[in-house]
């Protein structure tokens, strides 16, 4: 006899569709598997060796089976995610069954079961039907942290499309504070470059930059599991955190559905005009003209080709944003059209062998219509040029396989590509312009200041093992990547006007040669070619031991050989041995696996982006030529010529070349003694169960950057030691290095080629720069669960503090989205009184999100955050003769001067980063109500979703350029300082019809 009495603490029904749970999951990567395990004990409290454990499939008809080991404990990997009977079985005894299990990607169903003797009496029956058997809520193999939602869930709460809105359901996550990033989160104060994404074990993080993921069709995701902290050593390449999703699938009964959805541009609210202090438009503020409308469809199809066997699924989602915006000279009206498609197939040969195939499309085109605009007036004057179309995306292809090859050693595999593409086609060859002398004020009507073909092409292959022994789980594998990038860059323009011009006042000592007070025109023509490689080779081991009853060590170690290369295929970052540790105790406080108590520590490596063989390792020229002004117009600028550069006389100086790598060697770019970037974490939690539905936690978390790797202008200290060496100066020299640490640079040096190369090293003390630093603290409280069969939430509340002299890859202090190429170390100059609070410092964040059965057709969600605002400061220009720039200092120089990048105010007195207040505090409040009924056999639904309720439009950036120059030259406060660059997604109202049968 088989009764159903696994129901103990509570029904495993509920628990299936409940709201997220804290992820713990000490597995080998999941591709689109899970992993089931537990205890089976006997009424009399007897371990029960042998006994059955059936796994079957509810739509798939897939049967998976294993037995309890001596010690009554069994684990069975490898189970495609997905809704699961189970049945446990032991002769001489009643079986258990549970007919609704749901299993997650890298989250462990654990169940523990009591069955019952088939000679028990009326007394153990009743007891045991009272104790039953029962799902663990906290797993006590692993103290990974995250949260992991379906579909399901998220289609129930006004969640937005993309892993970055699910990403910030998390705790310790926050959106990016420049607009540049691509809405790329923060995970524990890494900045937004520093994350990985996976999609069925294939890595799709962003190519170029690491800020964000490809975009998908998102109907095609089943679900997604974000990691926040303790991240076991089958992922690498990321100090922040993980997103590893996995793809809906076929199944035996056949289905076919469609839904449509539109946001209105006339329910989307307007943000008000951002003005300069001289009553010009900010550019990033010209709104008036703004409108925004996108819409989708989707079609999806699925079904078996051959039952229990071989599945499909497949989904066309083809999209459309009408969208006008506007800078100051111009208004462009774009149309961008996406038809995406997804592709899957899965075949089961048996039990222990599947193999599964994925394909993707999100190809996008689009075509720009640009006008002249007055700003002032808000008026759109006649056609610029001809349409100008573009286009971006590409193609996804991966193969993967699932395997049982003896009852206890499984393997998962992947091999893939994934390619992304951005054309640049201009509509016009107008070149940019600007006026910077009072504000920044746009002369041209450019529609594209630079043009780019861009394409990357990362291929991965990755196999990964799980063993299980007796008290030991060891998982180990190894993953490759090679990523190809193909990049040209140049300045709109043609002939002599293809260039980027600014018009500047000179100060004291300006890198112009003007005059302090004169006004000059500032033309920099930047070219950029790559044909290069970034490749990465890992291997891992991780052995979870059961050391006692109640305590768990996973033991794992991963290690990492990447490699950049420049166009000739030389490499000029060769990292080898990078040895990351990764550790975790867990403790059964109880003994009945209700809560427990976890410690971690690991060390995570940053590979150096695809970006920087572009920035750094390409054949690239930067140079610089400074005029004086000729012709004026009416309003005192200079007349723009017919070609559409300004009219400029004579140069105040000779071309200053600032980058040139066109014929230099590794050595000449990067520091030959380059060691790799990294992080470590340690966390201390607790997790517990409550209310019998739901479960609280609390974590702290440390995290602190070990090292760093940035580019600066060595010139200053490099020609002071050429100058011991006896070798003549250098021009500008921008070079990789790890700051705070010795460099090492070869070059020819004595102009004698016959001698080969000269190897100069500078000592830390000779470079006088800080060593990078970034810490991380933080104190996290959780709570989620079902407050009853109806009410379920996601919560939490992070405090933290983020400090250092460093952000990361990426700068939110000037919306710098250029991974480890900032203008961070630029100089040494630039880094004085840089240590502070981080742009990424948000003190408080409180979350609560969810869903509500008002009815069982109507559903009401929510999504709500408040957030205290990051840190301002004041960036200036830096004062000649103090600090860095003080005499004898090897950065005497003060390049800093220039510009405007350190921390000082308009009276030349330090401004320590990130101690001139802060930023107000972001509330943002997401609502949904969805309603759902059954037509034709059918479900049918519409949702209506309102993002951002009550029209918050606090600022998440702002110009932090402290100072300026007047009319003669002389340092005064910028009248733009603090205007609002980014702020707040304004309101706007979501409609969605669905239909599935």
């Known amino acids: 006899m088989i009764t159903s009495n696994l129901k103990a603490r509570r029904s495993l029904a509920a628990i299936a569709v409940g709201t997220a749970l804290m992820l713990s999951a000490p597995s080998a990567l999941a591709i689109d598997t899970g992993t089931v395990k537990g205890h089976i004990i006997s009424n009399e409290g007897v371990v029960i060796s042998?006994?059955?454990?059936?796994?079957?499939?509810?739509?798939?008809?897939?049967?998976?089976?294993?037995?309890?080991?001596?010690?009554?404990?069994?684990s069975l990997r490898n189970v495609p995610v997905g809704d699961y009977n189970i049945t446990i079985t032991k002769d001489g005894f009643n079986g258990a069954e549970e007919p609704n299990i749901s299993?997650?990607?890298?989250?462990?169903?654990?169940?523990?079961?009591?069955?019952?003797?088939?000679?028990?009496?009326?007394?153990?029956i009743e007891r045991i039907d009272i104790l039953g058997s029962s799902i663990r809520r906290v797993d006590l193999a692993s103290s990974t942290s995250g949260v992991t939602f379906n579909q399901e869930e998220l289609d129930r709460m006004p969640v937005d499309n993309g892993f970055e809105n699910i990403a910030l359901l998390a705790p310790g996550t926050s959106s990016a504070g420049g607009s540049n990033f691509k809405g790329a989160s923060s995970f524990g104060g890494s900045s937004s470059a520093e994350n990985a994404y996976y999609l069925n074990g294939l890595n799709i993080t962003n190519i170029k930059t690491g800020l964000g993921a490809l975009s998908l069709p998102w109907e095609a995701i089943s679900q997604t599991q974000v990691k926040t902290g303790g991240v076991s050593p089958e992922f690498g390449g990321a100090l922040g955190g993980i997103v590893n999703a996995v793809s809906k699938?076929?199944?035996?009964e056949f289905k076919f559905g469609g839904q449509i959805r539109i946001d209105p541009s006339s329910m989307r609210a307007s943000q008000d005009t951002v003005y300069l202090a001289n009553g010009n438009v900010s550019s990033d503020g010209a709104t008036g003209q703004d409108s925004y409308q996108f819409t989708e469809a989707r079609l999806w199809v699925s079904g078996a080709i051959i039952e229990d066997s071989l599945?499909?699924?497949?989904?066309?989602?083809?999209?459309?944003?009408?969208?006008?915006?506007?800078?100051?000279?111009?208004?462009?009206?774009?149309?961008r059209e996406s038809d995406r498609w997804f592709a899957k197939a899965?075949?089961?040969?048996?039990?222990?062998?599947?193999?599964g195939f994925m394909a993707m499309n999100n190809k996008r085109t689009w075509t720009k219509k640009n006008y002249a605009y007055d700003s002032q007036a808000n008026t759109v004057g006649e056609k610029l040029g001809v349409n100008s179309p573009g286009e971006d995306g590409g193609q996804l292809y991966s193969i993967n396989y699932n395997g049982y090859l003896t009852d206890n050693f499984s393997v998962n595999a992947v091999v893939g590509r994934v390619v992304e593409e951005v054309n640049t086609?201009?509509?016009?060859?107008?070149?940019?312009?600007?006026?910077?002398?009072?504000?920044?004020?746009?002369?041209?009507?450019?529609?594209?200041?630079?043009?780019?073909?861009?394409?990357?092409t990362r291929d991965q292959a990755r196999i990964d093992f799980s063993l299980d022994l007796e008290e030991h789980a060891i998982s180990f594998g190894v993953d490759y990547t090679n990523v190809a990038v193909d990049y040209l860059e140049f300045p709109n323009g043609e002939g002599d006007a293809a260039a980027w011009w600014t018009v500047y006042t000179a100060g004291d000592g300006s890198v112009s040669g003007a005059p302090a007070g004169d006004t000059y025109i500032e033309k920099r023509v930047r070219n950029r070619f790559t044909d290069s490689d970034v490749s990465q080779l890992a291997f891992y081991v991780n052995d979870s031991w059961q050391a006692t009853d109640n305590l768990v060590l996973n033991m794992g170690v991963r290690y990492t050989q990447s490699e950049n290369t420049m166009n000739s295929g030389e490499a000029y970052v060769d990292f080898d041995n990078q040895i990351a540790p990764r550790l975790q105790a867990i403790y059964d406080l109880s003994g009945d696996g209700s809560s427990k108590v976890y410690a971690t520590y690991g060390r995570f490596f940053q590979p150096v982006s695809a970006n920087m063989n572009i920035t750094q390792g390409s054949s690239a020229t930067d140079v610089r030529d400074y005029y004086r002004t000729d012709q004026l117009d009416s309003n005192g600028y200079p007349a723009l010529l017919t070609d559409g550069s300004p009219s400029h006389g004579s140069a105040y100086r000779e071309t200053d070349i600032r980058q040139d790598s066109t014929n230099l060697a590794a050595g000449g770019i990067a520091s030959t003694t380059l060691e790799p970037m990294y992080s470590d974490e340690v966390t201390l939690g607790f997790q517990q169960e409550v209310f019998d539905t739901m479960t609280f936690g609390t974590r702290v978390i440390w995290r602190e950057l070990g090292r760093g790797v940035e580019d600066s202008d060595i010139q200053s200290p490099l020609n002071k030691k050429l100058a011991q060496l006896g070798y003549n100066d250098v021009g500008?020299?921008?070079?990789?290095?790890?700051?705070?640490?010795?460099?090492t640079i070869e070059q020819d040096f004595d102009g004698n080629p016959d001698n080969g190369l000269e190897a100069v090293t500078l000592s830390a003390?000779?470079?006088?720069?800080?060593?990078?630093?970034?810490?991380?603290?933080?104190?996290?409280?959780?709570?989620?669960?079902?407050?009853?069969?109806?009410?379920?939430?996601?919560?939490?509340?992070?405090?933290?503090?983020?400090?250092?002299?460093?952000?990361?890859l990426v700068k939110t202090d000037n919306n710098q989205a250029d991974p480890g190429w900032t203008t961070s170390y630029d100089y040494g100059d630039v880094m004085d009184h840089g240590y502070g609070l981080l742009p990424n410092d948000h003190t408080h964040v409180f979350k609560f999100n969810g869903s509500y059965d008002i009815t069982e057709n109507i559903i009401f969600g929510f999504v709500s955050s408040i957030s205290s605002g990051r840190p301002q400061s004041y960036l200036g220009r830096h004062p000649t003769g103090v600090d860095s720039c003080a005499a004898g200092n090897v950065w005497e120089a003060c390049y800093g001067n220039s510009g405007h990048e350190s921390f000082y105010d308009e009276n030349e007195q330090p401004a320590k980063r990130g101690s001139k207040g802060n930023l107000d505090w972001v509330t943002n409040v997401d609502l949904s109500l969805t309603y759902i009924t059954e037509v034709m056999d059918g479900d049918l639904s519409f949702k209506a979703t309102v993002y951002n309720v009550f029209d918050s439009d606090s600022a998440t950036n702002i110009n932090e350029t402290r100072t300026s120059l007047n009319d003669d030259g002389n340092l005064v406060k910028n009248a733009d300082y603090g205007s609002i660059t980014d702020r707040q997604t304004e309101r706007y109202v979501s409609f969605v019809a669905r239909y599935e049968f």
């Open 346 to 355: 899965d075949w089961f040969v048996n039990e222990n062998h599947s193999f």
């Open 765 to 808: 003390e000779e470079m006088m720069l800080p060593k990078m630093e970034r810490h991380y603290a933080a104190m996290e409280f959780t709570l989620d669960g079902s407050i009853t069969d109806s009410f379920r939430i996601n919560s939490s509340y992070t405090y933290s503090k983020n400090w250092g002299n460093t952000e990361g």
């Open 425 to 456: 086609i201009p509509s016009s060859t107008a070149p940019s312009v600007w006026d910077a002398t009072d504000g920044w004020v746009k002369l041209s009507n450019d529609t594209d200041s630079t043009l780019k073909n861009e394409e990357y």
């Open 50 to 74: 042998n006994a059955t454990i059936t796994l079957k499939h509810k739509t798939k008809g897939l049967v998976f089976t294993v037995q309890t080991n001596d010690k009554g404990n069994y």
């Open 103 to 124: 299993l997650r990607i890298g989250q462990p169903v654990i169940i523990d079961s009591q069955l019952l003797s088939s000679s028990a009496t009326a007394q153990e």
């Open 249 to 252: 699938s076929g199944d035996n």
């Open 311 to 335: 599945f499909f699924y497949g989904l066309y989602e083809p999209r459309k944003e009408d969208e006008t915006y506007s800078t100051q000279t111009v208004t462009t009206d774009r149309v």
């Open 732 to 743: 500008g020299t921008w070079f990789l290095h790890n700051p705070g640490e010795s460099l």
